[in-house]
């Protein structure tokens, strides 16, 4: 059997997280509302009534392109496709075709050992359309999604595994929150993929047939439903059958691919320009308005703190997952430094303490009650001694749960340790004392009982003692 490769390209559509929709004032988001209650007679198609573009939907389409890398056009078109489903209630998509608000692109997938660039043919804007559902015997429609702001992304057949098309959608969607473009959350829709998929004998460069899998609603699902059809695709050749241009549908519970319809010739949507809509005309002054604050993405980020600071890629991949994280990893170094250990020491406070509670809570680490400069205020006192590191791990939870600084948290509760060299030989004199059995053991050679001292000495300041002078005036009193 000759070895095959799979080529795979992935349709996105991305909701924008603008507040209304993009041509009326409805919510733009009503996940989980009531069907047909977040209407209005521009979205639900009624004669007479006009779109009216949604700047913001303009501008977090901007962002995107400039983060593909695409060239954005001046001046770009709506155009109308027309198409008859009953939840379109206008008979026509507003979408963009020839001049469409940005083309062409790439973005650079870190695979494991190698990197893949994968180009974008398509960017544009265009407005969702509803949603029909069967429902005891009858097909029903929702409107709530028509005119939801979305941009419609493609690429090029440069994915070669169902790896890269997975590693596509978890780039895209950390990008799509860096940005706050979209909410990016694939069970609700913010974010779809359709894959086209086809295989080839290594090494060829034709396409071959494709199929196009649709309702794929997570990125496990793409992964599995990918090697699924790239099995199928390749037993049917395997037989002597040919693939056929199909549409297929996952099901998510048997974990296969079903037949939905044989692909239709590219449909004539007769497309002409939308009359009721002007021209986008993106002057420079806009442009420059809408990019000023643009940030470093995610994986620049991540190679900077592997890079500049040392951090091991694991610690540098989580902290930049999202980017107030990275922010408030970079206000704490700035505060407390930037050598290797104190950089993994702020990464491990945040990967274990901080990612703990924001999971908890449900918080990104701007949300969080202990900033930065509360962190690095215990990170201080742990330094000075001045608390030990249990004290610390229930300070942290004790500042986010209030808000108040560690300062006077420890000052109020009296958590500060006891380093008091002095107050700490009193005890250990006491416990030599009063233990003769234990001491005598330890003396006979039983080394690993200093365990036990520093323990009981823990244990009589209520976990306040100093573990390392504890242990070196228990050491002093016991071989005496
Ligand atoms: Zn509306
Ligand atoms: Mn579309």
């Known amino acids: 059997m000759p070895e095959y490769e799979v080529v795979i390209g992935l349709e996105t559509h991305i909701q924008l997280n603008t507040r209304s ?65 009953p939840d379109l209630p206008k008979g026509y998509q507003i979408t963009q075709f020839d001049k469409s608000i940005a083309f062409g692109g790439y973005i650079d997938l870190p695979m494991d050992g190698y990197v893949r660039r994968i180009t ?8 969702d359309a509803g949603k029909t559902k069967h429902k005891g015997g009858d097909w029903m429609v929702d409107f709530n999604r028509c005119g939801v702001p979305l941009v419609e992304m493609v690429t090029a057949p440069d994915l070669r595994t169902a790896d890269e098309a997975a590693e596509y959608l978890i780039r895209l969607r950390q990008l799509l929150k860096w940005l706050n473009i979209s909410e990016a959350n694939m069970e609700k829709a913010h974010l779809r993929a359709d894959a086209n998929v086809s295989i080839r ?7 071959n047939t494709k199929t196009e899998i649709k309702n794929v609603n997570s990125i496990e699902a793409v992964r599995t439903a990918i090697n699924v059809e790239a099995k199928r695709q390749i037993k049917e050749v395997e037989a002597g059958r040919e693939i056929k241009p199909w549409t297929l549908d996952w099901d998510e519970d048997t974990q296969t691919v079903k037949k939905m319809r044989s692909k239709e010739t590219e449909a004539d949507y007769r497309y002409f320009k ?15 308005e809408i990019l000023a604050d643009f940030p ?20 540098a991949e989580i902290l930049t997952s999202e980017r107030s994280l990275s922010q408030y990893f970079r206000d704490t170094i700035d505060a407390y430094g930037y050598q290797p250990e104190q950089v993994k020491r702020v ?23 202990i900033t930065p400069e509360y962190l690095f ?12 590191t249990p004290t610390a791990k229930s300070l942290f939870e004790k500042v986010e749960e209030s808000g108040r600084s560690p300062k006077e948290i420890v000052e109020e509760e009296g958590l500060a340790q006891v380093s008091d060299v002095r107050a700490l030989e009193e005890l250990a004199k006491k416990l030599v004392e009063e233990n003769p059995e234990q001491v005598k053991k330890f003396r006979g050679g039983k080394e690993s009982l200093i365990g036990w001292f520093v323990g009981q000495i823990m244990r009589q300041t209520q976990g306040k003692a100093d573990p390392e002078i504890a242990k070196k005036v228990l050491l002093e009193q016991l071989e005496e």
Not at 278 to 287: D, G, H, I, S
Not at 296 to 315: H, N, Q
Not at 347 to 369: F, H
Not at 377 to 388: K, S, T
Request: charged fraction near 30%.
């Open 347 to 369: 990464s491990n406070w945040l990967m274990n303490d901080a990612l703990r509670i924001m999971k908890e809570k449900s918080l990104i680490a701007g949300e969080l009650k």
């Open 21 to 85: 929709k993009i041509f009326c004032g409805c919510k733009a988001d009503s996940w989980g509302e009531e069907p047909n209650t977040n209407i209005c007679p521009v979205c639900s198609g009624l004669p007479g009534t006009l779109p009216v573009l949604n700047k913001a939907a303009v501008e977090k389409a901007v962002l995107l392109a400039k983060a593909m890398n695409s060239e954005i056009r001046e001046e770009s078109f709506f155009d109308r496709k027309n198409y008859f489903y």
């Open 274 to 288: 939308e009359p009721d809509l002007m021209r986008v005309q993106l002057t420079n002054e806009w442009k420059e």
């Open 377 to 388: 205020e215990i990170i201080n006192m742990v330094e000075n001694h001045l608390i030990n």
């Open 201 to 207: 004998i290594k090494g060829e460069d034709i396409l």
């Open 296 to 315: 470093k993405l995610p994986l620049e980020v991540r190679d900077e703190f592997i890079e500049k600071y040392k951090l091991p890629k694991y610690d």
């Open 120 to 127: 974008i043919e398509k960017l544009h804007l265009e407005e």
